[in-house]
Every structure is written in C-alpha cells, then in structure tokens.
C-alpha cells in the first residue's frame, strides 16, 4: 500500500521549455502533497507544500511563479517549472500523505535536465 | 526552529558487519515524529519508520532496529549483519505535530549518510 507513482522519471529539455511533472497517489487519497528539490549528494529540500483544492504554499525562497503547483484531485498534484533554465536542473520529487501525521510517502522522483 | 543532524556523511564496512547510523535533532515542540528513510542510488525514498515522541520503545524490524532517547535528542538505526543491498543515503527527518489537524507537518531533513556495504 500507499505507493506514489511520478512521472516523467527524467526530462532533457532546451531551456526556456515549460516541463510538467504528475505525482500521483495509486492506492489512497493524498489530502496534501509535498514538492522537493534535491541537488546531488544533498538532502532534500521542500519546496512547496499543496493541499487540495487550494493554493500551495511556498517554502521562502522558492518562485511561486516559476514553479507552478496544481493539486486539483485528491490523488494528483502537479508541478511546473516554467521557462526552464539550465540552473533549474535538478532532481525533483513529491511525496503524499493520506492525512494529517501520516508518515509522507514518496515517489520515484524526476530527474530534469536543461540544456 | 527544528534541525535534523547526521554528523556521519559516509561510512563504509565490510558485509555482516553491524553499523549504527547517528541523527541527532533539536526542536521546541514536545510533540513530533521522527522518520527513517532510505534512498538507493535509484533515488527514491523508502519509508522505513516513524517514531512519535512519546514513544521511547526502541524498535527492531528484521535486521533493522532503532533507539530513541529523549534525553540526549537522538534517534539511531542499526543495521545488523549488513548486506551489500543496504547500500543507499540514509536520510533522518523530524515532523511536528500539531494537534489532529496537524498544522503544516513539514518534514526536516538531515544531510544523510551514505552507507557503503562491501563484499
């Protein structure tokens, strides 16, 4: 139980491209979904937190309009990086919990590359 | 403020060897989660515990055990008879928890320890 499927696993894409990344929760209702960023051999590092049917909320630091957060069903979240950069490459990956205090469980996450 | 301390960045040791990894972690609220995670070169994290704070019962799951001590603010991971497929980042992290709405819940991360299991 609680898995966490997201995709793409990885993007090469020229810079300034828009890339969509899905995470979603196969086997329960994520009420909240976590967004990271994680650069190599660092720990991970929140970048936004989203709650469905309203507004993320943003870790300080983080570009709410460069990156894009939807969480329109209880089972998919969404994160956009728009007019990607070559800065913006990273590995990025979303978690879901199925309510408050439950453990966070984590996709596979996504591997992006700007060129 | 909350902090999650892994003062081990790598260790290395030989299969079957024990290893304990160390976290460390300062907060003010008397009550909060602790969490294991595991990530393989891979990259995804897999969940191994969760521990709440009022909760000292160290914990054993296979090979895997877990010491919880309040009075020193730490939360170690034992690996018994290491096999090389233990080999990951091993990441420490602390969750506050507010209440059964449970408030924001972020997750603090610690730096990881990277764990080498050699043949």
């Known amino acids: 139980g609680a898995v966490v499927s997201q995709h793409p696993s990885w993007v090469i894409c020229k810079s300034g491209t828009s890339v969509k990344i899905e995470c979603r929760s196969l086997d329960f209702q994520a009420t909240t979904m976590f967004w990271y960023r994680q650069f190599p051999k660092q720990s991970l590092m929140l970048m936004a937190t989203?709650?469905?049917?309203?507004?993320?909320?943003?870790e300080q630091g983080v570009e709410k309009d460069k990156f894009l957060i939807n969480h329109a069903s209880l089972t998919l979240s969404t994160l956009t990086v728009t007019s990607a950069h070559p800065e913006d490459s990273s590995f990025y990956i979303c978690?879901?919990?199925?309510?408050?205090?439950?453990?966070?469980?984590f996709g596979d996450g996504t591997r992006l590359s700007i060129l | 403020a909350q902090k999650v301390t892994q003062a081990q960045t790598e260790i290395s040791v030989v299969e079957k060897e024990d290893v304990t990894l160390d976290c460390v972690y300062e907060?003010?609220?008397?009550?909060?989660?602790l969490f294991w995670y595991k990530q393989p070169p891979s990259g995804e994290l897999v969940f191994l515990i969760r521990r709440n704070s009022f909760d000292e019962q160290n914990e054993i799951s296979g090979r895997y055990s877990w010491n919880f001590q309040k009075s020193t603010s730490s939360f170690n991971f034992t690996i018994t008879a290491s096999q090389v497929v233990d080999s990951a980042v091993y990441f420490c992290?602390?969750?506050?928890?507010?209440?059964?709405?449970?408030?924001?819940?972020?997750?603090?991360f610690g730096t990881g320890t990277q764990l080498k299991v050699e043949l």
């Open positions: 989203s709650n469905e049917g309203s507004k993320a909320t943003y």
């Open positions: 907060t003010r609220d008397t009550t909060y989660y």
């Open positions: 992290a602390l969750s506050e928890a507010r209440g059964l709405t449970g408030g924001g819940n972020k997750l603090t």
């Open positions: 978690s879901a919990r199925s309510g408050a205090n439950q453990p966070q469980h």
